[in-house]
């Protein structure tokens, strides 16, 4: 029975973490299928949004769990296995992060360290109120992995991030979004899945291959001096203007502004 299951709507692939063995606890198995999940969703030609979430109802996932850790430490060929399950973690994070789709991270219930860090390269990130962060890495001895120590400075700056791995805190969503780390925070999970379907529709609305090229015009600023991200800025506008559709576009938007 997979672990990690995908569904399809339109355009959509609603990619599911389905663990409750581990509460989706990231251990080999984990690492494997949800890799292999991402690859297939990030091959498909029809997929343009790809939307993470949990099927449980209390957590979306406990990250790496210490008690694998322990039986990790162990074994005599501990550090090969936890260099495979990392190894196999970091690829999901740059599959995301360098995806051409659109990627919405749903997240409810409580989400641990590696649990929220393998969702921080999505484009778009929504949570539950009442769920419940924390990043607690150096009371297990561990430094932050997941990409934490790159993208947390980045959405929140450097100062919350050091308050937060120091302290080893638990935190809320609503915290998190009055930091930048959540776009949205909903009330309920139910409210949560219907602005999340409300945003895929919005989103599907628009021509995706410039919503494709707008992405990666923000991901290159992250390289770019002020001069290369303008040039690239004015490339990508050139490119844009080839494309048959966009006087199409321009056609509505024109009469849209007389009838208004």
Not at 38 to 59: E, L, M, W
Not at 223 to 230: A, D, M, V, Y
Request: hydrophobic share 35%; net charge negative.
């Amino acid at each position: 029975m997979s672990i990690v299951d995908v569904r399809s709507k339109d355009m959509v692939r609603y990619v599911e973490l389905n663990y409750p063995d581990k509460k989706n606890g990231f251990d080999l198995r984990m690492s494997q299928e949800l890799l292999d999940a991402v690859h297939q969703v990030n091959a498909d030609p029809h997929c343009k949004i790809i939307v993470f979430s949990s099927t449980a109802r209390a957590y979306f996932s406990s990250g790496p769990n210490p008690s694998d850790l322990v039986e990790i430490a162990n074994q005599k060929n501990g550090l090969n296995l936890l260099d495979e399950i990392v190894s196999n973690l970091n690829e999901i994070i740059s599959e995301i992060y360098h995806s051409t789709k659109i990627t919405i991270a749903s997240i409810h219930g409580y989400a641990y360290g590696g649990g929220l860090n393998i969702m921080l390269p999505c484009d778009y990130r929504i949570a539950v109120e009442r769920t419940k962060l924390i990043e607690n890495f150096h009371y297990m001895g561990m430094t932050p992995d997941l990409s934490a120590s790159y993208f947390l400075p980045r959405l929140i700056g450097y100062s919350k991030t050091m308050e937060l791995i120091l302290t080893g805190r638990m935190f809320s969503a609503k915290e998190a979004w009055e930091w930048g780390l959540f776009q949205e925070v909903t009330k309920t999970k139910k409210e949560m899945k219907e602005r999340v379907e409300q945003l895929c529709e919005q989103i599907l609305s628009g021509d995706m291959e410039t919503v494709a090229r707008m992405k990666q015009l923000l991901k290159h600023s992250n390289l770019s001096t002020f001069n290369e991200q303008i040039n690239f800025e004015k490339t990508a506008l050139m490119d844009c203007f080839q494309n048959p559709r966009v006087q199409e576009y321009l056609s509505q938007v024109t009469k849209k502004s007389l009838v208004t």
